[in-house]
Nanobody, 124 residues
Framework: QVQLVESGGGLVQAGGSLRLSCAAS????????MGWFRQAPGKEREFVSA???????TYYADVKGRFTISRDDAKNTVYLQMNSLKPEDTAHYYC??????????????????WGQGTQVTVSS
C-alpha cells in the first residue's frame, strides 16, 4: 500500500508560481511512475503531467512550458513547479502513483494510488 500526501497548494494571483509536493510512503518509490491530475468543480479529472520511474516526463498541452515535473527518489517525493499561473489552472490537484501504465500515463485508470489532493486557486 502506498500513501501519498500532497502539499504546497494555496491562493496565488495570475502570473504567480506555486510548487506542489507529493510525498510517498514506500521504499520502492523509484519504481513508480508518478502523475499529477487536477479537477475543477463540475469538470472531470484531467491529466496535468507525469514522470516515469526513469525520469521521462510528459505534459498536458495547456501547461507545457509553464509547469515542470520532477522527482527526488532519495526523498520519495515528486514535485510540480507551476509558473505563469492562470485562473483556469484553478482546481484540486492530485498526485498519483502507478507501477505501470497500461492505459497510458495520461489516463487516471493507470494509477492505483491517489493522494487526497491540494487546492490551487488562481485569482485574476
Amino acid at each position: 500500500q502506498v500513501q501519498l500526501v500532497e502539499s504546497g497548494g494555496g491562493l496565488v494571483q495570475a502570473g504567480g508560481s506555486l510548487r506542489l509536493s507529493c510525498a510517498a510512503s514506500t521504499r520502492t518509490f523509484s519504481r513508480y511512475n508518478m502523475g499529477w491530475f487536477r479537477q475543477a468543480p463540475g469538470k472531470e479529472r484531467e491529466f496535468v503531467s507525469a514522470i516515469t520511474w526513469s525520469g521521462g516526463s510528459t505534459y498536458y498541452a495547456d501547461v507545457k512550458g509553464r509547469f515542470t515535473i520532477s522527482r527526488d527518489d532519495a526523498k520519495n517525493t515528486v514535485y510540480l513547479q507551476m509558473n505563469s499561473l492562470k485562473p483556469e489552472d484553478t482546481a484540486h490537484y492530485y498526485c498519483a502513483a502507478a507501477t505501470s501504465a497500461p492505459y497510458g500515463l495520461g489516463s487516471p485508470r493507470s494509477y492505483g494510488y491517489w493522494g487526497q489532493g491540494t487546492q490551487v486557486t488562481v485569482s485574476s
